[in-house]
């Protein structure tokens, strides 16, 4: 059940591309612990940073058609105007920011953290955490809901599949030491 009384993050493609963090995250998002937001943009990115992971051996439009189909209530239409209003370290992720803005979204969920310094965001009430803190506070959120989600998309897993254990170490082989971490306190419930 999706309860829209909770919050609004818009994912980056840096978090989409990987194929762990992008199935952790949407899991949480089908399990209703936050109202998930992305833009064409994005997907475009996203698209392009699969396609780089996998050199190129991935669907990437199936991907990324699965992933629309399944949350058509995501896509952000921004004004594109605002978008010169705006300064970024990082010209390229001034998009971000803007579908930011437009889906009225409380935080950016990126691993390029330091892209999205809290003086650019402050205005406009939007802050900027990694996947791995954004999974934890999930869990920490709504630990059942969160970890039901991720032993359903544990359990959905076939190449490889993972036990509880797997998983774990899975995710702290790929950075996601704090999400792992308040996840492993749940082992035998995943």
């Known amino acids: 059940m999706r309860r829209g009384d909770r919050f609004t993050a818009l994912l980056d493609a840096c978090v989409l591309g990987g194929a762990l ?39 990437t439009a199936r991907q990324r058609a699965v992933m629309v189909a399944a949350f058509p ?34 935080v950016i969920v990126t691993d390029n953290v330091k892209d999205f310094p809290t003086a650019a965001l402050e205005a406009w009430e939007i802050e900027a955490v990694t996947a791995d803190g954004f999974i934890a506070d999930c869990l920490d959120l709504d630990s059942a809901e969160g970890v039901g989600a991720i032993r359903r998309m544990r359990e959905r897993l076939r190449h490889p599949q993972l036990d509880a254990d797997g998983l774990i170490r899975k995710m702290e082989g790929q950075g996601l030491v704090h999400a792992a971490a308040a996840l492993a306190r749940f082992k035998a419930l995943i």
Do not use: C, Q, Y
């Not at 940073?49 to 991935?58: F, H, L, N, P, V």
């Not at 105007?81 to 971000?96: F, Q, R, S």
């Open 73 to 106: 209530e995501a896509m952000v239409l921004h004004d594109r105007a605002i978008e010169e209003h705006l300064a970024l370290p990082d010209p390229g992720d001034v998009h971000v920011l803007a579908a930011a803005i437009g889906a009225k979204a409380d």
């Open 21 to 59: 963090r992008r199935n952790l995250i949407l899991s949480l998002a089908e399990a209703g612990l936050f109202r998930l937001r992305w833009s064409d943009a994005i997907l475009d990115e996203t698209e392009r940073t699969i396609a780089k992971i996998t050199e190129g051996k991935a669907d």
